[in-house]
């Protein structure tokens, strides 16, 4: 089974979701994910797709921290799509 992690940390530039200063900090970021591909985890993007999804609006909770079953869909699906072979970690252009 092949080891993934999608990279959630791009919910935080939703407008109506809570900013959280780890997700934030690119030089942070840019760490952790060089630190995961050296470990051999797949970064799988997912940024662009929650930027376009239609229902983008309705993807964080009344408390402004959580996420709802639209987004949780979305990642499900995605995730699925990478487990089966049917996407690459990266999307295509």
């Known amino acids: 089974m092949r080891e993934a992690r999608i990279d959630y940390v791009n919910i935080a530039r939703l407008p109506s979701a809570r900013r959280n200063a780890d ?7 840019a760490r952790e994910w060089a630190a995961g591909r050296a470990s051999g985890i797949t970064i799988v993007e997912v940024s662009r ?16 921290i959580h996420m709802t079953e639209p ?9 699925l799509k990478l487990l089966v ?3 690459e970690p990266a999307l295509e252009n």
């Open 85 to 87: 072979g049917a996407r």
């Open 71 to 79: 987004w949780h869909r979305l990642m499900a699906k995605e995730w």
């Open 23 to 29: 997700a934030s900090d690119a030089a942070r970021l």
């Open 49 to 64: 797709l929650l930027a376009a999804a239609p229902d983008r609006a309705r993807f964080v909770c009344l408390d402004g």
